[in-house]
């Protein structure tokens, strides 16, 4: 057994199919199928079974793809203590959205990187919740932060409640906050249809007996703040971008009720390495302070 037979048992277990499992790690399926009948063969056990279109872990396949992944692990701590002994500097990997990424570059960045400054922080930029969850999974990201819910399959660790606000262009008449009433008939630019985001936004329509005019459909940010700076639309958006928006020149509103949603720190069910246990015991403490 080498290593390479672990990460490919890790690959299967995390993506469930052989299909999305030989993607992420840049080998034809065929090939990975067959390097999983030989460790199996080579272990006298069974470590997946087929289910449907995919695969589930077996009961001996579990114990299995646990201590691959704290092999894996403990690999890529040593390399981090090997970096940090030469002169390359340890990297750490934070994939985040747009909405987020603010808060993330500008209260958690410093005040983790000024107690760990020999630590490169990478900013994985993903498009949505979905994207920092497939980044995780495909192991281009140590840590996500993004809000919740995700699946499963992710370890979470809440860090705080943000405020979902309306931006408007100056000049409407609104009270603040806006009863949820006001958002019938109201011109709106939202993410695009068959989104996770949207289909949030359509429930939370749908909760109120709300029906917005929709705009602009789409899933980038720029777009939609084009559309409120144009005076077209407004925007439902985290309360965390309201500075950025107030510097535009746009207006932002509390809802009533409000409507808030979890933000969390979430990564994949193994150890971490040390530097992002680091970066996450920074975040949570200045979520207590």
Request: aromatic share 4%; with cysteine.
């Amino acid at each position: 057994m080498n290593l390479q037979q672990l990460r490919y048992v890790v690959a299967t277990a995390e993506h469930r199919t052989m299909t999305d499992a030989a993607r992420s790690l840049y080998i034809a399926q065929p090939a990975l199928s067959r390097a999983i009948r030989d460790l199996e063969r080579e272990l006298g056990m069974t470590l997946f079974a087929r289910s449907g279109r995919g695969v589930v872990v077996t009961a001996q396949g579990r114990r299995v793809v646990k201590l691959a992944r704290e092999a894996l692990d403990a690999v890529h701590e040593i390399e981090g203590l090997a970096n940090h002994g030469g002169v390359t500097e340890a990297e750490l990997r934070i994939a985040s959205t747009p909405s987020l990424e603010a808060g993330l570059a500008g209260r958690l960045l410093p005040a983790y990187t000024a107690e760990h400054p020999g630590v490169r922080v990478q900013i994985v930029r993903c498009d949505g919740r979905e994207g920092v969850v497939t980044a995780i999974r495909d192991q281009r990201a140590d840590l996500g932060l993004t809000d919740l819910p995700v699946p499963a399959d992710l370890v979470t660790h809440p860090l705080e409640r943000q405020e979902i606000v309306l931006i408007s262009p100056p000049g409407l008449e609104l009270p603040n906050p806006v009863p949820m009433g006001k958002l019938h008939g109201m011109r709106l630019a939202l993410p695009a249809r068959g989104s996770t985001r949207r289909r949030e936004l359509d429930a939370m329509f749908g909760k109120y007996a709300v029906t917005p005019v929709v705009v602009l459909e789409t899933d980038e940010r720029n777009g939609w703040l084009n559309a409120v700076r144009a005076g077209q639309a407004s925007l439902l958006w985290y309360r965390g971008m309201a500075e950025q928006a107030s510097r535009a020149g746009l207006v932002v509103r509390s809802l009533e009720p409000a409507v808030r949603r979890v933000i969390a720190v979430v990564h994949a069910r193994r150890r971490l390495p040390l530097i992002a246990q680091d970066f996450l015991a920074t975040a949570e403490k200045g979520t207590a302070a």
